[in-house]
């Protein structure tokens, strides 16, 4: 099966305006897959830099690069050759001066803050930066939602032939991810420290950090757990999802929630087999309602910042998100076919005064809850993000 992805048409348009374009994800979401298919139709040329033969071809990468200036060069895992940032500065400042402006490289990453700052450094004014996520709701077909909550976006999970394969995929991946891929990116971390870590984030999904809480189940102290939170998190494998900050003397909670980014990691971590199994965890609800805020922030204009609202007295918004210009939207995520109102979101609109209130349900029909809350399915809140 062949999926179409949102951001293909963006990053096509990012290609043609930029020298260069950064596409940035965890592996296997399918960065190469989209890279190779949007190089059908244009000259280019590709290099993964795990090959040995294709970081031997770079052992002098401006001679070699100046060669194929006349191509969309890219750079697959482009964090295994940092040093090459440089280079790339000097022979697009030399393409600019020749009248080249856009489509000279298009670098594909797994997202390390390090690889971050040597782009940001060497390249600035002259890349754009896209983020790939899994599957979302808008890419596969309706009947198929629960399936992509189950076993989360991950193309090989979301498309095996049954569960248990989806399963074992996603064993298979946390384990490469904690043997192979965090000591890749200079990391000394303890595999079965981070493991436990990581299970016990997925027991916790989308709850407040308790840094203290963990420290004193994996035997660890504080510090070490903001690195391997600061670790997950640079890797998009986890989000820190920052509380709302304005003023409104009221007493806020200031500390992030944390959540595991794809569903179907959470439930693997937790050996959730099936939605069977899943609806009668405890995790449910709190997946869900992760679920919904990946999906809903994948499709958000770039510039939007995404938060939750609590305060000490009970009034709270799961995901406030502000976009650029100001506007605000307050969401609130309910598992339930009937949703509710609870008192809490009342008085959280009226601190923070957002300018739409939805409430986010597993249902199909779309209706009024009340004169400014409107309950709506998935689907249809991020075709609105998307036509914002």
């Not at 596409?23 to 949007?38: D, H, N, S, Y």
């Not at 040995?52 to 964090?79: A, G, Q």
């Not at 601190?351 to 349900?361: A, G, N």
């Not at 249902?363 to 998307?386: M, Y």
């Amino acid at each position: 099966m062949i999926i179409k992805r949102h951001i293909q048409p963006k990053l096509k348009n990012f290609i043609q305006e930029y020298p260069a374009v950064a596409l940035l994800g965890p592996r296997q979401v399918g960065k190469t897959t989209l890279a190779l298919e949007i190089a059908k139709n244009i000259p280019s040329i590709y290099l993964d830099l795990e090959s040995e033969s294709d970081r031997v071809k770079l052992t002098n990468p401006e001679l070699y690069l100046k060669e194929h200036k006349d191509k969309l060069v890219i750079l697959d895992e482009v964090h295994r050759l940092p040093n090459i940032f440089q280079t790339l500065r000097g022979l697009i400042d030399q393409e600019r001066r020749v009248g080249k402006t856009a489509g000279s490289y298009l670098l594909l990453g797994s997202a390390s803050m390090d690889l971050l700052r040597q782009l940001g450094e060497s390249l600035a004014g002259r890349i754009a930066y896209l983020e790939m996520t899994p599957f979302d709701v808008l890419e596969i077909e309706p009947k198929l939602q629960d399936t992509l909550w189950v076993r989360g976006g991950f193309p090989n999970s979301f498309l095996a032939k049954d569960e248990v394969k989806s399963l074992n995929w996603r064993r298979n991946f946390i384990r490469t991810y904690l043997e192979r891929d965090v000591p890749q990116f200079g990391s000394r971390v303890a595999a079965e420290t981070l493991r436990r870590f990581w299970v016990m984030l997925a027991h916790n999904q989308s709850q407040l950090l308790n840094t203290a809480f963990l420290a004193r189940g994996l035997g660890i102290d504080g510090k070490t757990i903001s690195h391997y939170l600061d670790l997950l998190v640079d890797l998009l494998l986890v989000r820190r999802l920052m509380p709302w900050h304005k003023n409104v003397g009221k007493r806020l909670i200031k500390s992030p929630k944390v959540m595991i980014r794809d569903s179907g990691i959470t439930h693997a971590l937790l050996n959730i087999r099936n939605k069977e199994d899943l609806l009668g965890h405890p995790i449910a609800g709190q997946s869900w309602e992760a679920f919904v805020i990946e999906d809903l922030l994948s499709a958000v204009p770039s510039g939007t910042e995404a938060n939750f609202y609590r305060t000490a007295a009970g009034a709270e918004i799961d995901l406030l998100l502000t976009f650029p210009g100001g506007n605000c939207w307050a969401i609130e995520i309910k598992r339930s076919l009937s949703p509710k109102i609870a008192k809490g979101f009342y008085h959280a609109q009226e601190d923070t005064k957002p300018d739409r209130s939805f409430i986010v349900y597993p249902g199909d029909e779309r209706f009024p809850l009340s004169e400014d809350i409107e309950a709506i399915n998935l689907c249809d809140l991020e075709k609105e993000l998307l036509s914002y």
